[in-house]
């Protein structure tokens, strides 16, 4: 007996359009609008802390192309290198990253290099920067995420819940081994909520506990690291590198995390240091200070 759905998440007919001979993807479109909302996010936070807003704009001309050479390395050298240098393969495909496929793991880190080169060049703080920029990355990931939508990619394993995502038999991406009409987890829509709701909770928290410097990068780091390795675990059925029979993705996921908590813990800790440190010259200096009008 065929078990009947009675709601499910359509996917789109269409992935571009065109202006004159111009293509326009909806992919792209997604990362440019997460990309413009983060450095607006990022200049306001910026500012607030008695910056210049317009550094960020001047290190994001770094930060930018760094990261989605990055991102397209780490889909093309390591998601997926069969595609692009296997037998009958095109080498020159690497090249079309308007086709989809970059990597977020790759894009954060040479992205976060070219940052650090604009910092030193600007002569700002780096770790402020990215205490500054973190959470609106994260919100253009998950903005970033429905592109995927729009390509009918990345998804889950079938499922029967109402929220199921319909894939086009059609699609290239559509697993053969699954009959037409299947249903399967819209891991884009679980990755951009959990994006979302995450950059707004980080920064709840970094101003409700008063986070040293580093520590909201740092959690930005390992709490997406920590939901995208729950995905690669338990849903995403794409096509993947394997490592010791592990997708490639779940030891980077668990790396970043495991990286992640490290990372915030130390930078608490330098904070606090620093704090007892400038208490402790604060003080001297009163005291230096108390002596000396006595003395007078």
Same mark, same amino acid.
């Given at each position: 007996?065929?078990?009947?759905?009675?709601?499910?998440?359509?996917?789109?007919?269409?992935?571009?359009?065109?202006?004159?001979?111009?293509?326009?993807?909806?992919?792209?479109?997604?990362?440019?609008?997460?990309?413009?909302?983060?450095?607006?996010?990022?200049?306001?936070?910026?500012?607030?802390?008695?910056?210049?807003?317009?550094?960020?704009?001047?290190?994001?001309?770094?930060?930018?192309?760094?990261?989605?050479?990055?991102?397209?390395?780490?889909?093309?050298?390591?998601?997926?290198?069969?595609?692009?240098?296997?037998?009958?393969?095109?080498?020159?495909?690497?090249?079309?990253?308007?086709?989809?496929?970059?990597?977020?793991?790759?894009?954060?880190?040479?992205?976060?290099?070219?940052?650090?080169?604009?910092?030193?060049?600007?002569?700002?703080?780096?770790?402020?920067?990215?205490?500054?920029?973190?959470? @609106? =990355?994260?919100?253009?990931?998950?903005? !970033?995420?429905? *592109?995927?939508?729009?390509?009918? $990619?990345?998804? %889950?394993?079938?499922?029967?819940?109402?929220?199921?995502?319909?894939?086009?038999?059609?699609?290239?991406?559509?697993?053969?081994?699954?009959?037409?009409?299947?249903?399967?987890?819209?891991?884009?829509?679980?990755?951009?909520?959990?994006?979302?709701?995450?950059?707004?909770?980080?920064?709840?928290?970094?101003?409700?506990?008063?986070?040293?410097?580093?520590?909201?990068?740092?959690?930005?780091?390992?709490?997406?690291?920590?939901?995208?390795?729950?995905?690669?675990?338990?849903?995403?059925?794409?096509?993947?590198?394997?490592?010791?029979?592990?997708?490639?993705?779940?030891?980077?996921?668990?790396?970043?995390?495991?990286? @992640? =908590?490290?990372?915030?813990?130390?930078? !608490?800790?330098? *904070?606090?240091?620093?704090?007892? $440190?400038?208490? %402790?010259?604060?003080?001297?200096?009163?005291?230096?200070?108390?002596?000396?009008?006595?003395?007078?």
């Amino acid at each position: 007996m065929n078990q009947v759905i009675l709601a499910s998440i359509p996917s789109p007919s269409v992935s571009s359009f065109n202006i004159g001979p111009l293509t326009v993807h909806f992919y792209a479109l997604c990362i440019l609008t997460g990309i413009v909302i983060c450095l607006l996010l990022g200049s306001k936070r910026w500012k607030s802390w008695g910056n210049d807003p317009d550094n960020v704009w001047d290190i994001a001309m770094w930060a930018i192309p760094f990261g989605l050479v990055g991102a397209r390395m780490y889909h093309v050298f390591i998601t997926d290198p069969e595609s692009y240098f296997g037998e009958g393969a095109h080498p020159i495909d690497a090249l079309k990253i308007w086709e989809g496929g970059i990597g977020i793991m790759g894009a954060i880190s040479l992205g976060a290099l070219g940052a650090y080169i604009a910092c030193r060049r600007y002569k700002v703080s780096f770790a402020q920067f990215a205490d500054a920029v973190a959470p @609106g =990355i994260l919100i253009a990931q998950g903005i !970033g995420r429905w *592109g995927n939508w729009f390509n009918q $990619e990345l998804f %889950g394993k079938p499922t029967t819940l109402p929220w199921g995502l319909e894939i086009s038999p059609n699609s290239y991406n559509f697993p053969d081994q699954y009959p037409a009409g299947t249903l399967f987890h819209p891991t884009f829509l679980y990755e951009s909520i959990w994006n979302i709701v995450g950059a707004l909770g980080i920064m709840w928290l970094a101003a409700k506990l008063q986070w040293k410097l580093g520590q909201t990068f740092w959690a930005y780091v390992a709490y997406y690291s920590f939901g995208r390795l729950m995905i690669e675990l338990f849903l995403r059925i794409d096509a993947s590198q394997h490592l010791f029979g592990v997708r490639i993705h779940v030891l980077t996921s668990g790396a970043l995390l495991l990286l @992640g =908590i490290v990372g915030f813990i130390v930078a !608490g800790a330098r *904070g606090r240091r620093r704090d007892r $440190e400038n208490l %402790g010259q604060l003080s001297y200096r009163q005291g230096k200070e108390e002596r000396g009008s006595i003395v007078a």
